[in-house]
């Protein structure tokens, strides 16, 4: 790679198109075998540790992934949309990054104690020191993973997750039952990137050489940071919130926060996880064309609704069953919080999809105005919110993603020239869903009072995904083809690439 290597051509769309489906199924398939592993080990881990246990590791995760960027500084998301690449660059970012994590890892052993205040756990120090680990395997690997991102193998991206985090789980288990208490969730979050790390640098096929150029550094810099700015700002609006909660209501309340929300995540991951690392390199392949570019981005805006609604209605019905039965007794506060939240995911479904958007077309500095104003806006509500609970903060939450919604329906609108009008109408489709599948699962689940608590949510699931299903087919039938198109697209990449290999190896 000592000579410039370009950017594949836009091509035809079905070119783009089959490399998009062919990813976003692996990656959504890598999601589903983590999390349905996950779904064990977690109810494993909520008998045996307590909300503080959670509310400690979530509030040391709210602190690492700011030094995450400083390792980085956004040269990743650099190298995954620009037009060529070279040796020079890609060494350049790796030696910043490999020196800045060590470095960062080092300076948050330091301040350690200081974070310690905020939090007033005893338990927070020693557990975001070792944590800190963590920085410097991700810094190594964020070049690689770029890399492999760029020419969207997501095959090998999906295969090193599920491996890091069955790994991770096995570890979470073995220290849990051997007493080590929040321990055995340290010990998940770095044995996940170490494994990751390892596992990048053996796919992506690419050892770094003793290059460092300070033009490459200022250009990589100048994109960069607005990426940096972006995700700072998430950064900090996950530390204050964390900062608030725990200090207005206890660490604990923060553990029954933070299951709520990986709930939530869980369910998200499950269907949309894909979105925004295949998307982002989607649309850097079309952003020369108007037209494509609308087209694929209200197309994918649909499907992402058709497939994320449904779980995250069942959430927002079925957590009354959900929570005791997955995470056993003791986590009955995280109920409401989760339905609250359930409905807040479903109003910003759009947002990862537009995140992608932005990134793929070369305009994180608009994506950062964005994000810093609602970041801002969720901190001041979280803030004014906190003292009345954690189901008036997850209403705050709600109420921040409504207008977050109805404003990115304007600033898509301007990125792709088009009208704000034709952002926001995939929207109505979903909107009408919730409304009315919500409504039939919430009947099924008070007509079954009586029945196994499982039965009833089986029933619950059901009757939201088949009520979803009519709404869809009355209302945006293309989808359907939509969908059947993208699988298609997939199998037919997934088939050639298997007839392939099997004439080289021949």
């Known amino acids: 790679m000592t000579e410039p290597e370009s950017r594949d051509s836009a091509g035809p769309a079905g070119s783009v198109g089959r490399s998009a489906a062919t990813g976003a199924v692996w990656l959504t398939v890598q999601k589903w075998a983590v999390r349905l592993s996950g779904f064990v080990t977690i109810a494993i881990l909520t008998r045996f540790l307590g909300p503080e246990d959670f509310g400690t590791v979530a509030a040391a995760s709210t602190v690492l992934p700011f030094f995450y960027l400083l390792a980085d500084l956004g040269f990743a998301a650099y190298i995954v949309q620009v037009d060529r690449t070279d040796r020079r660059m890609l060494s350049t970012a790796f030696w910043f990054s490999a020196l ?54 997501f095959r090998a991206l999906a295969i090193q997750g599920t491996i890091a985090a069955l790994v991770a789980q096995v570890v979470a288990i073995a220290m849990t039952l051997t007493g080590l208490g929040v ?66 209501l206890g660490i604990a309340a923060l553990g029954y926060l933070n299951i709520a929300q990986r709930l939530v995540q869980i369910v998200q991951d499950l269907t949309g996880a894909a979105v925004v690392p295949v998307s982002t390199v989607a649309f850097a392949k079309i952003r020369d064309s108007v037209g494509r570019l609308q087209a694929a981005y209200l197309r994918a805006l649909r499907m992402t609704y058709a497939l994320l609604t449904p779980p995250l209605t069942f959430i927002a019905v079925g957590a009354p069953l959900i929570i005791p039965i997955i995470f056993g007794d003791g986590w009955q506060e995280s109920i409401p919080v989760a339905q609250v939240l359930a409905l807040a995911g479903i109003m910003v479904v759009g947002a990862t999809l537009d995140h992608g958007l932005f990134y793929g077309l070369g305009k994180p500095g608009r994506w950062f105005t964005y994000a810093l104003v609602i970041d801002a806006i969720t901190v001041t509500v979280t803030a004014l919110t906190a003292r009345s609970g954690l189901v008036a903060v997850a209403f705050g939450f709600l109420a921040v993603a409504v207008v977050a919604t109805a404003s990115r329906w304007f600033l898509v609108a301007r990125l792709i020239q088009a009208s704000p009008g034709m952002t926001a109408a995939p929207f109505i489709f979903p909107a009408v869903s919730v409304l009315v599948s919500g409504a039939a699962g919430w009947g099924v689940l008070t007509l079954t009072g009586e ?56």
Not at 115 to 143: C, H, K, N
Not at 478 to 499: H, M, N, Q, Y
Request: net charge positive; aromatic share 10%.
């Open 451 to 506: 029945l196994n608590s499982f039965v009833r949510l089986v029933l619950v699931g059901l009757t939201v995904l088949l009520v979803h299903l009519v709404v869809v087919r009355l209302l945006v039938r293309p989808v359907i083809d939509e969908v059947a198109g993208f699988l298609r697209r997939s199998r037919r990449s997934g088939t050639g690439r298997l007839r392939l290999a099997t004439k080289e190896g021949s």
């Open 183 to 248: 321990w055995a969730l340290v010990g998940q979050a770095l044995a996940t990137q170490l494994v990751v790390a390892v596992l990048a640098w053996f796919a992506a096929g690419w050892r770094p050489a003793f290059l460092f150029s300070r033009a490459e550094f200022t250009t990589m810099t100048r994109f960069g940071s607005q990426v940096l700015g972006v995700e700072f700002v998430a950064m900090c609006r996950a530390w204050a919130e964390a900062a608030i909660i725990s200090g207005v």
């Open 100 to 153: 800045a994590g060590a470095l960062l890892c080092g300076v948050i052993v330091a301040v350690a104690p200081l974070f310690g205040l905020v939090f007033d756990s005893d338990e927070f120090v020693p557990v975001l020191q070792v944590m800190s680990i963590a920085v410097v395997f991700t810094a190594v690997s964020s070049v690689p993973t770029a890399l492999l991102r760029r020419e969207m193998r």
